[in-house]
């Protein structure tokens, strides 16, 4: 099993900047992809950002030149660095790792862009 620590999340103003961090442990090994989810009230999670064990990465739409996802294989780490923050990237932020047979969530954090 894969255990995985947000942190990070907080309130900013619109503008703003905010640098999430995800701590794995457990059975790293088994990790391929991770990435960065989110879920505004009455939405559904949507897929933010995610990084490969090879360091490709991709992004939504909606975040692109805004948000960069990084790495950290020494520190099990995977960062979200989200720039230009706007108040429609408030919601709970959830780190993702995919792993052999399924994925693992972590519990959450919440970012509140205020206008």
């Known amino acids: 099993q894969v255990q995985l620590v947000e942190s990070g999340g907080g309130l900013v103003q619109a503008g703003g900047s905010l640098r999430l961090s995800c701590a794995a442990s457990g059975s790293i090994f088994s990790i391929n992809t991770m990435g960065w989810y989110r879920q505004a009230p009455g939405k559904q999670r949507e897929r933010v950002a995610r990084?490969?064990?090879?360091?490709?990465?991709n992004y939504a739409d909606s975040v692109k030149g805004r948000f960069t996802i990084s790495r950290d294989n020494a520190k099990n780490t995977v960062y979200l660095q989200m720039n230009s923050l706007k108040p429609e990237d408030t919601a709970v932020y959830y780190c993702n790792a995919e792993v052999v047979g399924g994925s693992s969530w972590g519990q959450g954090t919440q970012v509140t862009v205020s206008s």
């Open positions: 990084i490969t064990s090879g360091g490709y990465t």
